[in-house]
């Protein structure tokens, strides 16, 4: 977890510098706050768990799962995370998920999908698409969503005989 906890604990920090102070127009004055817990249950994720997966600890001390949150006036942002592993064969998986994924839309396989496109400042384009990191050989990553900033992601990744696997739920919002 220590990997996942440092990659969302930067996005988290990375987020925060969107959140300014907007005019008291309601009278309420702006509202901000942020969560962390070290769980995320598979119907906030909106993903079923794979039939006798386990919880994925990469140490003794790693829990399985994360759900990170900040938000402010019109900014609101929350990361929910799950692993497992399972001795199944990443085929069977990889079905199961991107069945359970199509209820959500079409599935976008990472690993054929078009690189996303290097653009200098903001990009009005919020198209689903996957990072360089997602297409990496030996991974396989299913995204499904509204844009890059609401989606499900599940990724696969052969370790031995096992196939450890991620479950993701991204919700961003920035008015």
Known sequence: MNKLFTTATTLLIGTAS?????????GKGFKAGAEFREDASLSEIGLP??????????????KAALTLGLWGGA??????????????DIEAITGFYVK?????????????APPRSKREG????????????????????YKVGA?????RLVSLQQA????????????????
């Open 160 to 175: 031995g005989t096992a196939v450890n696997f991620q479950m993701v739920r991204v919700q961003m919002k920035v008015d």
């Open 147 to 151: 844009d890059n900033m609401n989606f």
């Open 100 to 112: 359970a994924l199509s209820q959500y839309g079409k599935v976008l396989e990472c690993a054929k």
């Open 49 to 62: 768990a794979y039939p006798g997966a386990v919880a994925q600890l990469d140490k003794e001390q790693d």
């Open 18 to 26: 969107l959140i300014s102070a907007p005019a008291h127009a309601d």
């Open 122 to 141: 903001k990009s009005d384009d919020k198209t689903l698409s996957c990072s360089d990191e997602e297409r990496q050989s030996g991974k396989r990553v």
């Open 75 to 88: 900014f609101g942002f929350k990361l929910q995370v799950r692993k497992f592993m399972s001795s199944d």
